[in-house]
């Protein structure tokens, strides 16, 4: 067992190696489960479950792993991404993602926010801020609105500022600043969202 492993650990390191290799491009930029937003420039990888993803530099299992080697990676955006992992996936998700990133590199983040969420359950006005081309059909009650943001499009773990600024201090992250949409101090960052829906955006460092 124990040589298994050591083959094991040996194959996923030759991988990293492989794949700093064949993106040599500087700076290094992930566009990770990027879906079909390919970004010209950046190094595009989604798992593509469903096969429908028109383009793609990495096909890959983000939640097992990102194939770069420790302290090769510039920058780092997910966008609609960290939600639809579990909570022991997305820390071990963002443990990766410090793992990979350079001295100085910058995790971006993009999601909804569970607290607009929760705020939409008590607002006397949900049924109009709640059209019917937001999740194809009409909503019925509360309930069932908030239940959909939970549970709808695969998500897994909802995150307000808190949890996530939690787990991103956990992953080991230290220098945590939350933005605005598509705006960012660093320049090779802004205008990359892609979702209004991205109202819980933080970038992280050292």
């Keep these: 067992m124990e040589l298994f492993l050591i083959k094991v650990k040996h194959l996923i390191r030759c991988l990293r190696k492989n794949y700093n290799k064949k993106f040599p491009s500087s700076p290094l930029c992930l566009n990770l489960g990027c879906g079909n937003d390919y970004k010209k420039g950046w190094v595009n990888i989604d798992a593509d479950l469903y096969k429908n993803i028109k383009k793609l530099d990495l096909k890959c299992d983000l939640s097992r792993g990102i194939p770069f080697e420790d302290n090769s990676v510039d920058y780092i955006f997910n966008e609609h991404f960290l939600e639809h992992l579990s909570a022991k996936e997305g820390l071990e998700f963002l443990r990766e993602c410090r793992r990979v990133l350079k001295p100085g590199g910058v995790l971006r983040i993009s999601m909804p926010d ?76 802004r205008n990359l969202e892609t979702r209004r829906e991205s109202t819980l955006i933080a970038e992280a460092g050292e």
């Design 114 to 189: 569970l607290e607009n969420a929760v705020k939409m359950y008590f607002d006397s006005n949900w049924r109009e801020k709640t059209p019917a081309s937001m999740y194809g059909f009409e909503v019925q009650t509360r309930a069932e609105r908030i239940n959909y943001s939970f549970r709808l499009w695969g998500h897994k773990w909802l995150y307000d500022r808190e949890e996530l600024e939690r787990r991103l201090k956990e992953a080991g992250f230290q220098n945590i600043k939350f933005c605005r949409l598509r705006e960012s101090e660093h320049a090779i960052l």
